[in-house]
């Protein structure tokens, strides 16, 4: 005899998949909202934007010099582009509130108390890397092209040229300033552990000034100022590390969850 609710499980697993679909597009919807209408508030401010990103490097420019633009549309997308991306940093926030929304209910008790941290220091740090750029590194890299070049070759750059380059140095020392963040993931997911990173201290600040080399004009000044800031934000990450992990709670207490979420799935499976 055949069972008429035999597909009823199958047809019950699909059901929370589409639901999750349905939140989730919910939630992107939500997001491209708020950058849409950041961005439509932002816009008629546009070229006021990029006057204030151009600030470090005009400031800069032998008197009687300007920036240009070579491409026909370059006035309107450059400004335009600007706009876009800073729509994006400022509606940050609440786009990482809806990703918070929509994992967390997967998540233990205690994953929410970290998770909501973490994320708070994240947004932080990356609007601090930004910050950090602005005010401290793109003084001395345009301070620094802007006195090397042939006396008789005047500096007049281009407006999407400039608006490309400083995107990139925005999102590199965004990235940068995770190191905290990437440090407490590295240990927690048993990747390594502090002792690991303590003794590997000497490669990470070789690397520190590697890299600043890399990301910054070749002084010793600039070179320092981002190495240096890079080397702290590593040692803190291992402070937080060693803090967390004296918090972080035992496996008995892990088990006593899970062994309750089961528990209630047999008690459901039941009813």
């Known amino acids: 005899m055949i069972d008429p609710n035999h597909d009823l499980p199958e047809q019950d697993a699909e059901q929370p998949f589409i639901s999750h679909l349905v939140e989730l597009r919910s939630r992107l919807m939500r997001a491209l909202l708020v950058i849409l209408v950041i961005f439509l ?84 740090l990356f609007y601090s890397g930004i910050a950090f750029a602005y005010f ?20 007049m750059t281009d407006i999407s ?12 020392f965004g990235i940068v300033f995770e190191i905290p963040i990437a440090t407490l993931l590295l240990v927690w997911s048993g990747v390594t552990n502090v002792e690991s990173l303590r003794g590997k201290r000497a490669y990470v600040i070789v690397g520190c000034f590697v890299l600043g080399m890399l990301l910054t004009p070749p002084d010793v000044i600039s070179q320092t100022l981002l190495a240096f800031p890079m080397w702290l934000l590593f040692e803190l990450g291992i402070v937080l590390a060693v803090l967390t992990n004296k918090k ?19 008690e459901n499976k039941g009813a």
Do not use: C
């Not at 470090?56 to 009687?64: D, F, K, N, R, Y």
């Not at 600007?82 to 205690?110: C, D, E, N, R």
């Not at 301070?143 to 042939?150: A, L, N, R």
């Not at 490309?164 to 925005?170: A, E, H, M, S, T």
């Open 41 to 124: 508030g932002l816009f008629y401010f546009a070229n006021h934007l990029y006057e204030m990103i151009s600030a470090p490097l005009t400031a800069l420019l032998p008197e009687g010099t300007s920036m240009i633009a070579t491409d026909v549309t370059s006035p309107f997308f450059a400004p335009f582009k600007l706009t876009l991306v800073l729509s994006l940093f400022l509606a940050m926030p609440f786009i990482l509130h809806q990703i918070w929304g929509f994992i967390s209910p997967g998540l233990y008790k205690h994953e929410k108390r970290l998770a909501v941290p973490l994320l708070a220091s994240s947004i932080v």
């Open 248 to 266: 972080k709670p035992g496996d008995e207490e892990l088990d006593d969850e899970f062994d309750e979420a089961v528990e209630e799935d047999e």
């Open 136 to 155: 401290v590194v793109f003084p001395l890299i345009f301070g620094f092209f802007t006195s090397v070049g042939p006396e008789n070759v005047a500096v």
């Open 161 to 172: 040229s400039y608006l490309n380059f400083v995107l990139k140095i925005f999102f590199a």
